[in-house]
């Protein structure tokens, strides 16, 4: 599994939007949909609402892409 870090300047970012930061999709529509599909796992479970804080420690994976967020 690939494993990526991403570096936030905040407390937090929403999953929505640090997919589309991230670069794993090209808009929010797009992100909007596929975490309400639950094709999103936010710590190794399944997440269907798109607000969802994400911050420093917190792992998202779609499919063979993990993330981890390190704040900076």
């Not at 929403?14 to 936010?42: N, P, Q, R």
Request: proline content about 0%; some cysteine.
């Amino acid at each position: 599994m690939k494993k990526e870090k991403i570096e936030i300047k905040t407390e937090f970012i929403k999953l929505d939007s640090l997919l589309k930061y991230a670069g794993v999709v090209e808009t929010g529509g797009v992100a909007k949909e596929i975490i309400k599909d639950g094709y999103v796992k936010f710590n190794g479970e399944i997440c269907t609402m798109r607000g969802k804080k994400v911050r420093a420690g917190d792992t998202v994976t779609i499919d063979e892409l993990n993330m981890e967020i390190e704040i900076i």
